[in-house]
């Protein structure tokens, strides 16, 4: 069984700052990409920033210049800093990770379940 566990989420005034950390467990033999998405109260989800085990990464045009995806490899776990928040930043944020198992021979992508981030006066 794989988990991925999200922390750092909150409450935070608008032109503050939060880390979330996201980390993964299980029998994981390696973790291809990983990623943060979020979803607002009725809309759909959308990505945020994705990172490969290279350390390529993607961020949303709302998020450049604010945010910064990071991993640590060793830990199996993946950062979002975000910094300069807005009210608009506000939603649910999940991580993901395309990663194989033991002794499963392919990947398959796993989401965390889930960390609240609200941006408010």
């Known amino acids: 069984q794989v988990q991925l566990v999200e922390s750092g989420g909150g409450l935070v005034q608008p032109g503050g700052s939060l880390r979330l950390s996201c980390a993964a467990s299980?029998?994981?033999?390696?973790?291809?990409?990983m990623g943060w998405f979020r979803q607002a109260p009725g809309k759909q989800r959308e990505l945020v920033a994705t990172?490969?085990?290279?350390?390529?990464?993607n961020y949303a045009d709302s998020v450049k210049g604010r945010f910064t995806i990071a991993r640590d490899n060793a830990e199996n776990t993946v950062y979002l800093q975000m910094n300069s928040l807005k009210s608009e930043d506000t939603a649910v944020y999940y991580c993901?990770?395309?990663?194989?198992?033991?002794?499963?021979?392919?990947?398959?992508?796993?989401w965390g379940q889930g960390t609240q981030v609200t941006v408010s006066s």
């Open positions: 993901n990770a395309v990663l194989r198992t033991n002794p499963t021979p392919y990947e398959r992508l796993y």
């Open positions: 299980g029998s994981i033999v390696s973790i291809n990409a």
């Open positions: 990172i490969t085990s290279a350390g390529t990464t």
